[in-house]
């Protein structure tokens, strides 16, 4: 049974940093493109970024480039979102999600992460 199990979120002021996890189970996340996507109050989704371990490929929202770092632990099965210099705009419910490849995607229960200003 495929699992992704997102933690780390919280409260954090303008500025400052958080590390989200996503734990995987039932599959290897080296085998597929893994994504992080949010969802702000009041507003749809948008896409952060994605990570490929198998063909080394990453990529970035420009609203994130050059601040969040996306890495995946293939030893734990864990992906991972270093946010750093964290702002207003960022807050919003973070969510791990699984691209299938089949044109469906799993998705994680999310976590919270609130930026002060």
């Known amino acids: 049974q495929v699992q992704l199990v997102e933690s780390g979120g919280g409260l954090v002021q303008s500025g400052g940093s958080l590390r989200l996890s996503c734990g995987a189970s039932?599959?290897?996340?080296?085998?597929?493109?893994m994504n992080w996507v949010r969802q702000a109050p009041g507003k749809g989704l948008e896409w952060v970024s994605a990570?490929?371990?198998?063909?080394?490929?990453?990529a970035y929202a420009d609203s994130v480039k050059g601040r969040f770092t996306i890495s995946i632990d293939n030893a734990k099965n864990t992906l991972w979102l270093e946010m750093n210099s964290l702002k207003s705009d960022d807050t919003a419910i973070y969510y791990c999600?699984?691209?299938?490849?089949?044109?469906?995607?799993?998705w994680g229960q999310g976590t919270q992460v609130t930026v002060s200003s």
């Open positions: 999600v699984r691209d299938t490849g089949g044109l469906s995607f799993d």
């Open positions: 039932g599959f290897s996340l080296r085998n597929y493109w």
């Open positions: 990570i490929n371990s198998g063909s080394r490929l990453i």
